[in-house]
């Protein structure tokens, strides 16, 4: 199934004989999002094609509530993994004041099938899905950005601004939307207290959507909504829209005039047909598959980014196994590098 791995890494893999299991305090100490984020910009152009990733599997267990599957292996010596991530998708969760979203990462040696590690596949999901907004923020944003809008304050949301700031140090001011309006102030209050960022970023929270929208140089979105939250007239010119938050025909967090008004760009195939956003946009004609271009082909330079200071940038993330396993390469590699 996957090619021989070159010495280094089967020596690697040889001398653990048992499964390292990584607490979330663990991942928290090794991963950090600007190193992350330059781990998939050096990797993804190498590895995207080289790694067999089926389909997400998805299954629904309720009207709400689902169980995702997510494998990838690779047929590279570079990359002698395994991986798959299981995931529970319960957004009735936030009631019982709980995450909507658990899952549980393994890896396994390519070579020999043995299991490598386990870890906490929610928090890995946390920095990939954040970085990789990054990376795309690095490449599609305006170098000057300067006001970040952050709509939504779950989970995922401190992930995202740490990432944007990491890729765009630029940024002064992050102001905070949620739907519970105390959400989106604690949110802004912990980090400011944790002095994220540079020097002298401003952290706020604002209770009006459609005022903030239009300060944002870069609006990040990570929200279950199944009604767009984003007005596309209200885009400054030259912002970049990062959305995360759909995964379903059903979820929308922009209307049709932001995907009218934007170049559009995805993370991979899977947003063409399970992002709400552009699944609805392509049958009502406001754009086509053929106009949407991919963050790997952005990274390699076959994809024109950002051609203007005017011009509005939109990037549409589903996720992908790609990612999962990269980011649990780099977890895994910095891990046995310090037994």
Not at 17 to 44: V, Y
Not at 93 to 119: D, E, K, R, W
Not at 173 to 202: H, M, Q, Y
Not at 306 to 311: L, M, P
């Amino acid at each position: 199934m996957a090619s021989t791995p070159n010495t280094a890494n089967n020596t690697a893999t040889a001398i653990i004989t048992s499964p390292i299991f990584l607490t979330n305090e663990s991942l928290h100490s090794i991963l950090a999002h600007n190193s992350l984020i330059q781990h998939f910009h050096t990797s993804l152009p190498t590895t995207s094609s080289t790694l067999h990733t089926p389909i997400r599997q998805s299954y629904d267990l309720s009207q709400s509530s689902s169980l995702l599957l997510m494998p990838s292996w690779s047929s590279t010596p570079s990359l002698p993994y395994i991986g798959v991530k299981l995931v529970t998708y319960f957004p009735q969760n936030s009631a019982l004041n709980l995450p909507g979203i658990h899952a549980s990462y393994v890896l396994f040696s390519s070579t020999t099938g043995q299991t490598l590690a386990s870890m906490d596949g929610t928090v890995l999901t946390l920095y990939r899905t954040s970085c990789v907004s990054g990376l795309a923020s690095k490449i599609l944003a305006r170098n000057d950005s300067k006001v970040l809008v952050m709509v939504g304050a779950g989970a995922l949301a401190p992930h995202l601004i740490k990432a944007h700031l990491a890729a765009r140090p630029s940024l002064q001011k992050v102001i905070i939307w949620n739907r519970t309006v105390k959400k989106a102030s604690d949110l802004a209050e912990k980090l400011k207290k944790e002095c994220i960022g540079n020097d002298g970023v401003c952290f706020e929270s604002n209770g009006n959507l459609e005022e903030i929208i239009g300060l944002g140089d870069i609006v990040s979105c990570a929200t279950n909504a199944d009604a767009p939250l984003v007005k596309g007239e209200k885009l400054k010119q030259g912002a970049h829209l990062d959305m995360v938050g759909s995964f379903k025909e059903t979820m929308r967090e922009c209307d049709d005039e932001a995907i009218r008004r934007g170049r559009v760009f995805v993370d991979n195939e899977a947003a063409l047909v399970e992002a709400g956003e552009l699944v609805g946009a392509f049958e009502r004609g406001v754009t086509k598959k053929e106009d949407v271009g991919f963050l790997v082909e952005l990274i390699k330079g076959e994809q024109v980014g950002r051609k203007n200071s005017e011009e509005i940038t939109v990037f549409k993330s589903v996720g992908s196994a790609v990612v999962d396993l990269l980011a649990a390469q780099l977890v895994y590699e910095s891990c046995i590098k310090d037994k």
